[in-house]
C-alpha cells in the first residue's frame, strides 16, 4: 500500500471527509482492521483565505508548497490537495515535489467521460465557478462545462462558507441547491460536478434526477486505486 500525501485545511470539515471516505474505502476493499496510509499538513484556512481575496497567489502557493514538501518528507508517495478552489495553484504545487500531484480536475473529467456525458455543469465557491483555472482544467478533456449564472453564486458561496465549514446543514439550503441544479440540467448539462468538498455534505445523489460527480469522494476513488495497485 502507498502512502497518501494530503494538505488540508482547507476547510478542516473537508479534510476530515477526506479522512474518513480514504479509511473506509481502505476497509471496504481490503477488509479487516486494514486502514489507509496517510501523511497530512493541515494549513490555517483564514490566512490562505485572506489572502486568496487579496489575489495574492504567489503567497497561497508558497504555504501550500511548504506543505506539499512536508508531506513529501514524511514518505508520501503521492499528493493530493484537499480542496478545489486552492487548485489554483495546483501547478507550483506540483512543481514543489518529486512526487506526482493526483489532480481532482482530471479525476472528475475521467468520471464524466466514463458516463458518456459531454456536457456537465460545476457548482462550487464564488471563486471555482468564476475564474476558469478548473473547468478549464475538465474542459482540456473534451468536455463543455458551464456554470450557474453569476446570480447564484453569492447564495452558493454563503451556504458554503457560513454553514458547510461549520458542520451545519440546513434543508432550506438543500432545497434551494437542488433547485438549481434542476435549472442547470434544463440548461443541457447531463451531469452535475459538486466541486467543493462540503457540497457533499449537503447534495446527495438520491436528491436528484440528474447524474452527480462529487469530486472529492471521486478523488478518493483514485487515490485509492494508485495507493493499492
Known amino acids: 500500500m502507498q502512502t497518501i500525501g494530503l494538505v488540508g485545511g482547507m476547510s478542516w470539515e473537508s479534510s476530515a471527509e477526506y479522512y474518513k471516505l480514504l479509511n473506509t474505502g481502505v476497509e471496504s476493499r481490503l477488509g479487516g482492521l486494514h486502514s489507509a496510509k496517510t501523511v497530512m499538513a493541515s494549513v490555517e484556512f483564514a ?28 514518505g508520501a508517495d503521492f499528493l493530493m490537495l484537499c480542496t478545489t478552489t486552492f ?19 482530471d479525476v472528475v473529467a475521467s468520471a464524466v467521460k466514463d458516463q458518456g456525458i459531454e456536457k456537465v455543469a460545476l457548482i462550487g465557491t464564488t471563486f471555482a465557478m468564476s475564474r ?13 462545462v458551464i456554470v450557474p449564472s453569476a446570480e447564484h453564486h453569492e447564495e452558493i458561496n454563503r ?48 436528491d436528484v434526477d440528474v447524474p452527480v460527480f ?13 495507493a493499492l495497485a
Open 47 to 74: 490566512e490562505l483565505t485572506a489572502l486568496q481575496e487579496e489575489e495574492r497567489w504567489d503567497d497561497v502557493a508558497a504555504i501550500l508548497a511548504n506543505a506539499a514538501r512536508g508531506v513529501e518528507a514524511a
Open 87 to 105: 487548485h489554483r495553484v495546483a501547478e507550483q504545487v506540483s512543481d514543489a515535489v518529486d512526487i506526482p500531484l493526483l489532480h481532482l480536475g
Open 132 to 144: 476558469t483555472f478548473f473547468t478549464d482544467r475538465i474542459a482540456s478533456h473534451g468536455l463543455e
Open 159 to 206: 451556504v458554503i462558507y457560513d454553514e458547510l465549514v461549520h458542520g451545519k446543514v440546513v434543508d432550506s439550503s438543500r432545497k434551494r441547491a437542488v433547485k438549481l441544479i434542476d435549472s442547470l440540467w434544463e440548461q443541457g448539462a447531463g451531469g452535475v460536478i459538486l466541486g467543493c468538498t462540503e457540497l457533499e455534505l449537503l447534495v446527495k445523489q438520491s
Open 214 to 226: 462529487p469530486g472529492t469522494t471521486l478523488h478518493v476513488g483514485a487515490a485509492l486505486d494508485r
